[in-house]
């Protein structure tokens, strides 16, 4: 038996895992298929969520990067109208912000599209959320791509800063939660119900 795991590009994000007797090959849209999640309601969206691990263990100056760096950072995320996990992201990442001492706001689809492209993230539609410093629009890092646990979203937040100011990205890329893939239910699936 071989074992496999298949990557998609994103940071820490795992597709699948298991064991098989031949190797197979997966296309990039069968892993994306793998990954994401649509959610239709929040019944379904919560589902999902009960299935992700939460964090439980922080670093000791967890808290102080976070309040100490939260004026320096924006949090900017992509959101639908009737986007149900779009809506448990801004909740939970309000809270953090209001916590902490950052800043929420949403971007244009337009431009979460070739923000995406442009880390080389597929795009999965929405939410999709990024850190970046308030000065630099260049200088982006992904902290959710779906909604998540607050924990999950706050050790993100705390990564994303670390690595926006010095620590190696590669250290804080392995560290980087797996993001769930919790989005919404594509337009043209919530037309035809």
């Not at 791509?145 to 926006?164: C, E, Q, S």
């Amino acid at each position: 038996m071989t074992r496999f795991v298949f990557l998609l590009g994103i940071p820490g994000l795992v597709i699948a895992t298991g064991t098989c007797a031949t190797a197979q090959t997966i296309t990039r849209e069968q892993a994306m298929r793998a990954a994401i999640h649509p959610v239709p309601d929040q019944a379904t969206m919560q589902a999902w969520l009960s299935r992700v691990p939460v964090t439980r263990e922080f670093p000791d100056d967890f808290a102080a990067t976070l309040t100490g760096q939260g004026p320096a950072f924006v949090i900017e995320m992509s959101t639908a109208a009737r986007c149900i996990p779009c809506g448990d992201l801004w909740t939970k990442l309000t809270t953090l912000a209001r916590r902490y001492g950052w800043r929420v706001q949403t971007i244009n689809p337009n431009e979460a599209m070739i923000r995406s492209g442009r880390l080389g993230l597929p795009w999965v539609g929405h939410p999709v959320a990024w850190v970046r410093p308030i000065a630099d629009e260049n200088r982006v890092v992904p902290v959710a791509i779906g909604t998540d646990h607050g924990p999950n979203l706050a050790r993100n937040l705390y990564l994303a800063a670390k690595m926006l100011t010095g620590v190696r990205p590669a250290v804080g890329v392995r560290a980087m939660s797996k993001f769930t893939g919790i989005v919404e239910m594509p337009t043209a699936t919530r037309e035809r119900r």
